[in-house]
Antibody, heavy 112, light 112 residues
Framework: EVQLVESGGGLVQPGRSLKLSCAAS????????MAWVRQAPKKGLEWVAT????????YYRDSVKGRFTISRDNAKSTLYLQMDSLRSEDTATYYC?????WGQGTLVTVSS | DIVLTQAPLSVSVTPGESASISCRSS???????????LYWYLQKPGKSPQLLIY???NLASGVPDRFSGSGSETDFTLKISKVETEDVGVYYC?????????FGSGTKLEIK
């Protein structure tokens, strides 16, 4: 079964860090560009970052540049998102995704 | 950034009738390779988004052929013929032509 399973979300104070993971199965992970997409509570979808299939290039939305780092381990079929200097506006459900496959999401709440 | 404008904000449909959702792009989504990089997703209540249409008019695997996508370089339409109760949720268009990737604000489909 094709699957993406996120983990690592939780409650974190402003200014602190959190690292999300996404485990892929059922498809050849190393063939796909991967992305993180987030959704604030009761809001729409917002692209966060993309990493090319071989890890050679990364792209970020302006609001997370310099604070978030997307990475991947193709040997482990796992995608990561290191989130530093978190802000309240980063509160959202974070989805790991390809254009055709989405995980179930993991909730990140940034609050004191 | 490419702005995607969806209309209407919400639509209420009687089962068995048709519904159309519009997505207008601020820039042509036709790539130099002749591919129109416009995608449609449905997010059912409490679920992750699921792919319906890719590259403007291609039906994703497992999606009923009641769904169809059409358009030009900047104006796109998702049509749902013979709406069923399981079609309720929020429909999003998305562009993957250039970074930052962007999504429309969503169209909520309800059943009368």
């Amino acid at each position: 079964e094709v699957q993406l399973v996120e983990s690592g979300g939780g409650l974190v104070q402003p200014g602190r860090s959190l690292k999300l993971s996404c485990a892929a199965s059922g498809f050849t992970f190393s063939d796909y560009n991967m992305a993180w997409v987030r959704q604030a509570p009761k809001k729409g979808l917002e692209w966060v970052a993309t990493i090319i299939y071989d890890g050679s290039r990364t792209y970020y939305r302006d609001s997370v540049k310099g604070r978030f780092t997307i990475s991947r381990d193709n040997a482990k079929s796992t995608l990561y998102l290191q989130m530093d200097s978190l802000r309240s506006e980063d509160t959202a459900t974070y989805y790991c995704a390809t254009s055709s496959i989405w995980g179930q999401g993991t909730l990140v709440t940034v609050s004191s | 950034d490419i702005v995607l404008t969806q209309a209407p904000l919400s639509v209420s449909v009687t089962p068995g009738e048709s519904a159309s959702i519009s997505c207008r792009s601020s820039k042509s989504l036709l790539s130099s390779k002749g591919i129109t990089s416009l995608y449609w997703y449905l997010q059912k209540p409490g679920k992750s988004p699921q792919l319906l249409i890719y590259r403007m008019s291609n039906l994703a695997s497992g999606v009923p052929d009641r769904f169809s996508g059409s358009g030009s370089e900047t104006d796109f339409t998702l049509k749902i013929s013979k709406v069923e109760t399981e079609d309720v949720g929020v429909y999003y268009c998305a562009q993957f032509l250039e970074y930052p990737f962007t999504f429309g604000s969503g169209t909520k489909l309800e059943i009368k």
